[in-house]
T-cell receptor, first 115, second 113 residues
């Protein structure tokens, strides 16, 4: 199974709402990632988890709160978002071990609209 | 981080080879070249990577120049399903135990009949 799944596929939320994005993989990968992609732009890294610990935070605003409850799951909690946060949110995972980085597998993304 | 430069767009006739160039003149010795593609409204898909030798897999071939300052991704027989944005990425050295990929603007490949 080489699949990364993301739910929901689409999400519309108001600026005062609290919502969560979910990502799951069963490939035994110990590194998981959140990316944000605006229309017609390349993906931009937000967070990296390695062995369930946050290893990279690319200066993301605190209204985005990642969580890695176990090695297969990655959540992104959203609170008090702005309309400019509307984007495609991509999750990825990779098998990182022994000082080597392996290719990242991406999910299909959650298309978020903030109204 | 090494930067990459790619042409913004290319066309290719179906059945012909698509050759996508990438310039990475500031690449350092321990950085790999990765290629990913993103078909419209989908997540990026890994294609191939290499350090200094040419590489081939079932999807594509990667040719890296001897000085490692540029590379070419070759899709030997392009099909309409290969229409996508192709990203050439140079891997940032380790931070912690997970690596970081920085996407550039990519090349939009349009395969036509």
């Amino acid at each position: 199974d080489t699949e990364v799944t993301q739910t929901p596929k689409h999400l519309v939320m108001g600026m005062t709402n609290k919502k969560s994005l979910k990502c799951e993989q069963h490939m035994g990968h110990r590194a998981m990632y959140w990316y944000k992609q605006k229309a017609k732009k390349p993906p931009e890294l937000m967070f990296v988890y390695s062995y369930e610990k946050l290893s990279i935070n690319e200066s993301v605003p605190s209204r985005f709160s990642p969580e890695c409850p176990n090695s297969s799951l990655l959540n992104l909690h959203l609170h008090a978002l702005q309309p400019e946060d509307s984007a495609l949110y991509l999750c990825a995972s990779s098998q990182d071990r022994g000082g080597r980085s392996y290719e990242q597998y991406f999910g299909p993304g959650t298309r978020l609209t903030v109204t | 981080d090494a930067k990459t430069t790619q042409p913004p767009s290319m066309d290719c006739a179906e059945g012909r080879a698509a050759n996508l160039p990438c310039n990475h003149s500031t690449i350092s010795g321990n950085e790999y070249v990765y290629w990913y593609r993103q078909i419209h409204s989908q997540g990026p898909q890994y294609i191939i990577h290499g350090l200094k030798n040419n590489e081939t897999n079932e999807m594509a071939s990667l040719i890296i120049t001897e000085d490692r300052k540029s590379s070419t991704l070759i899709l030997p027989h392009a099909t309409l399903r290969d229409t996508a944005v192709y990203y050439c990425i140079v891997r940032v050295p380790w931070k912690g135990t997970a690596s970081k990929l920085t996407f550039g603007t990519g090349t939009r490949l349009q395969v036509t009949l």
